[in-house]
């Protein structure tokens, strides 16, 4: 018989804000049935290690500080509530697995799964590992599936944008009424062509359209507005436009009104950049190796006279050297 009394046991907890572990005892009750376990099996419980992140990929911080500690021999085995709890990855399975091979780790012991130090024990550990990992693929997959399915019924899958709301009992998006009136109002305001981004948040604000912590909409935010296709009937989803189920709160004519200002305020104009001047890029500087460069100047006489001149100097772009042309 194994014995427990020379050994001693990290106890690990983990508690996900995945919607896979939304049945899954709280870290609470973790640590009670696990304390509880300890007890009743004389188990000597080293440190406990309570994480709350998934097992989805590797690199937890804390199971990566319990392993190294494994390691280091500061103890020789981990009771945790379900193999589940440990990994749901390849990765930690496979160095939990490893280290029972090992030596380095004596046992895991779980209330509800029975494992042991063997070759049987090893087996059905790694079946677990490999029943967790299939779970949260197949989860995944299924995710990804009800989400193709309901962009195909023309339902963004997603948090609905100012002036609608997600209705949680038909889980589609409605209008918002009060709101909506507000932001086709911001549309028709910036059409003017006299508003800027700022002048249409402070609109929202003053109309009770706001951030979650209560702040006004920045300036990048209010642009995502006002060039959002989803107030027309249509949404983005995996980069492919398409045509939603839920009812536009802003006419086309007016929509295309306000990309314009878009456009015409998003790209003023710039003054143009000087032609090249001949001799440019031929012609270096004795004394520090840079290009040369030139420059037009046009001087303007009192009496009229007006005077082109082209100047060339040094770029001085080195600056290990000190140029004095």
Same mark, same amino acid.
């Given at each position: 018989m194994e014995n427990t009394q020379s050994q001693r046991f990290f106890l690990y907890a983990r508690k996900s804000t995945d919607v896979e572990d939304k049945q899954v005892l709280s870290i609470d009750a973790q640590l009670n049935e696990l304390r509880s376990f300890a007890r009743e099996?004389?188990?000597?419980?080293?440190?406990?290690?309570?994480?709350?992140?998934?097992?989805?990929?590797?690199? /937890?911080? %804390?199971?990566?500080?319990?392993?190294?500690? *494994?390691?280091? =021999?500061? $103890?020789?085995?981990?009771i945790a509530w379900h193999p589940d709890r440990l990994a749901r990855n390849s990765v930690d399975g496979g160095r939990l697995i490893y280290l029972l091979d090992t030596g380095v780790l004596a046992s895991l012991k779980f209330p509800t799964f029975w494992c042991d130090n063997t070759s049987q024990g090893k087996f059905m550990l790694s079946m677990a590992f490999g029943q967790?990992?299939?779970?949260?693929?197949?989860?995944?997959?299924?995710?990804? /599936?009800? %989400?193709?399915?309901?962009?195909?019924?023309? *339902?963004?899958? =997603?948090? $609905?944008?100012?002036?609608?709301?997600?209705?949680?009992?038909?889980?589609?998006?409605?209008?918002?009424k009060k709101n909506a009136q507000t932001i086709r109002s911001a549309f028709e305001l910036y059409t003017q062509?006299?508003?800027?981004?700022?002048?249409?948040?402070?609109?929202?604000?003053?109309?009770?359209?706001?951030?979650?912590?209560?702040?006004?909409?920045?300036?990048?935010?209010?642009?995502?507005i006002l060039s959002n296709t989803f107030y027309v009937g249509l949404f983005k989803y995996a980069g492919e436009l398409h045509e939603g189920s839920h009812e536009p709160i802003i006419p086309k004519p007016l929509f295309d009104q306000v990309q314009a200002v878009l456009r015409q305020r998003g790209r003023p104009e710039r003054k143009a950049k000087n032609n090249p001047l001949p001799l440019?890029?031929?012609?270096?500087?004795?004394?520090?190796?840079?290009?040369?460069?030139?420059?037009?100047?046009?001087?303007?006489q009192k009496n009229g006279n007006e005077h082109q001149y082209w100047y060339y100097r040094c770029t001085k772009k080195n600056k290990a050297i000190r140029c004095t042309e």
């Open positions: 099996n004389n188990f000597h419980i080293a440190e406990e290690f309570i994480e709350k992140q998934s097992a989805k990929v590797p690199d /937890r911080p %804390l199971f990566g500080q319990m392993l190294a500690k *494994i390691e280091a =021999g500061e $103890a020789n085995g981990v967790s990992k299939y779970y949260v693929d197949s989860l995944s997959e299924n995710t990804k /599936r009800g %989400l193709r399915q309901k962009v195909r019924l023309g *339902i963004f899958p =997603g948090r $609905a944008p100012e002036g609608y709301m997600n209705d949680v009992r038909t889980k589609t998006i409605v209008v918002h062509g006299d508003q800027r981004l700022e002048d249409i948040s402070n609109f929202l604000a003053q109309s009770g359209i706001v951030t979650s912590s209560g702040k006004r909409i920045c300036k990048s935010k209010v642009a995502f440019c890029g031929l012609i270096s500087c004795t004394t520090c190796s840079m290009m040369i460069t030139g420059e037009h100047k046009i001087k303007r």
